[in-house]
């Protein structure tokens, strides 16, 4: 049985989840369902990084002990996963002691090879971004250009990872494999910064008592990027489970966005050469969302809440609009007006309509029967649809979908079966009913890894004894 490994970035719990995080984490759920549905052997890894400076710092304003704090911030984010029906298979946290002890065998691998030396480090650091910022980065007023905030100086002993060692085969690897990083811009910017920014990089801190020890220098932690990144493979049980370790790595597809695709295009594989461990097939990029037009913030009070939008929309249509509205990989601007009119117009006329008249039609025209070997004679060719899916082109694969939607209401259009029925020509109006039906089915087939709970009602509907259309449509119009 083919494997497909996929995983979301670990998210910091020092806030809750929304849209960005959202976007991606639903991303990563389609290609999960959809590798399912092709018969598969599916790992999906979500979890949450709870190493980091900032975790002590929102704990101590929150009152709580550290442990208290992370337990319960880990919990809200994997209960906004599974209340979302987002289908992981693993959720895992860097607390966790598989976790550490994974990190304690990875540190000592890359010792060994001798890519870890002692070094003395300093500069400018920004405790939010939780990096070194170099003084060519810092903005106009010498701020952080992400947090605009002064950053500290910092000056310690540090191990350092030998990561300049590693640029001729990282630029090798992406040379030779062009869909190692995807989409091609990002791709693009990776290599640049590794040719001209690659330098080794600090990998543990003296200063901060939270996070894993370094082994063998109980001074030092390890500092945070180069722990989490290490949860893709303690997620499939490094240095634990070999059996199923091997099973699934290399990882099929990270997916994460484009403000981390440094770390994990360039540090993350270098890493993995260091270890020696096979290097993952696919890094893919997504962009960002705004807000009708702006940046999502806190203080314009803008984020989107993807559990405050249930209120409105299921999930699924909130899924639907995400990927429909904007090509994976671009940037995308999220607006409830234009998920209401998606909504109205492909969801509740194009699909909703279609379905309510096919059921109504095969309750009054065919006695609710439908023939399975008739509905084997017919098929759109919806194939392209799932090609598309599998190479990340989610708004094509919709486009596509779509395709078959608009075709269908047409033939029906023109078929008239209402005037079939009342001409009594009845092989007729079976043909046409059993050609609908089928690619209907098609279309419920392909539409399922966007919108798994309403294509799950929409074939419980199609698939009934005796069918009939539901007195509530499944996509009420929406004022
Ligand atoms: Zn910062």
């Not at 860097?94 to 691998?109: D, G, M, Y």
């Not at 630029?171 to 990776?190: A, G, M, S």
């Not at 997916?255 to 540090?267: D, N």
């Not at 079939?420 to 009913?433: A, G």
Request: charge should be negative.
């Amino acid at each position: 049985m083919d494997k497909f490994y996929i995983t979301t970035p670990i998210y910091y719990i020092n806030g809750t989840p929304h849209l960005g995080h959202t976007y991606t984490t639903v991303a990563a759920d389609i290609l999960a369902r959809w590798h399912r549905i092709q018969g598969k052997d599916v790992f999906f890894l979500v979890g949450t990084d709870e190493n980091s400076q900032k975790v002590v710092e929102a704990a101590k304003k929150a009152g709580k002990s550290l442990q208290e704090f992370t337990d319960e911030m880990s919990s809200i984010w994997r209960e906004t996963w599974l209340k979302l029906g987002i289908s992981f298979d693993r959720f895992i946290r860097t607390t966790s002691p598989e976790h550490i002890n994974a990190v304690k065998i990875f540190w000592e691998r890359v010792q060994e090879k001798g890519d870890i030396y002692l070094g003395e480090y300093e500069g400018w650091y920004c405790v939010d971004c939780e990096e070194f910022i170099k003084e060519s980065d810092l903005d106009d007023g010498g701020l952080c250009p992400y947090h605009k905030k002064k950053p500290d100086i910092l000056k310690e002993k540090n191990y350092f990872f030998r990561l300049s060692k590693y640029k001729d085969a990282l630029l090798e690897h992406i040379e030779k494999n062009p869909d190692f990083i995807l989409p091609v811009e990002r791709r693009n910017e990776v290599v640049s910064y590794i040719k001209n920014h690659l330098e080794d990089i600090s990998i543990s801190r003296e200063t901060i008592d939270w996070g894993i020890p370094v082994p063998g220098d109980e001074n030092q932690r390890i500092y945070v990027w180069f722990d989490a990144l290490i949860n893709y493979l303690s997620g499939i049980g490094f240095g634990q489970d070999e059996a199923k370790f091997s099973k699934y790595w290399p990882a099929d597809v990270h997916l994460l966005g484009k403000e981390i695709s440094k770390f994990h295009c360039a540090l993350w594989p270098a890493m993995l050469m260091s270890a020696e461990i096979e290097l993952p097939k696919t890094f893919f990029v997504h962009g960002h969302w705004t807000s009708d037009g702006q940046k999502m913030s806190k203080t314009i009070g803008n984020v989107v809440n993807p559990i405050d939008l249930m209120q409105e929309f299921s999930f699924d249509v909130v899924r639907y609009f995400l990927f429909r509205e904007t090509p994976f990989g671009s940037d995308g601007d999220f607006s409830i007006a234009r998920l209401k009119e998606r909504y109205n117009s492909e969801l509740a006329n194009d699909l909703g309509n279609l379905l309510q008249r096919t059921l109504n039609m095969i309750d009054k025209y065919l006695d609710g029967r439908i023939d399975e070997e008739k509905v084997a004679l017919y098929s759109y060719g919806l194939e392209q649809a799932g090609v598309y899916l599998e190479n990340f082109k989610f708004d094509l694969a919709l486009q596509e979908i779509w395709s078959a939607v608009s075709h269908l209401n047409k033939f029906i259009e023109e078929e008239k079966p209402w005037e079939l029925f009342k001409n009594n020509e009845k092989e007729k109006l079976s043909e046409v009913l059993h050609r609908v039906y089928a690619i209907l089915k098609e279309i419920v087939y392909f539409l399922e890894p966007f919108m798994p709970e309403i294509t799950k009602k929409m074939r419980e509907l199609l698939e009934k004894d005796r069918i009939s259309a539901p007195d509530t449509p499944l996509f009420p119009k929406k004022e």
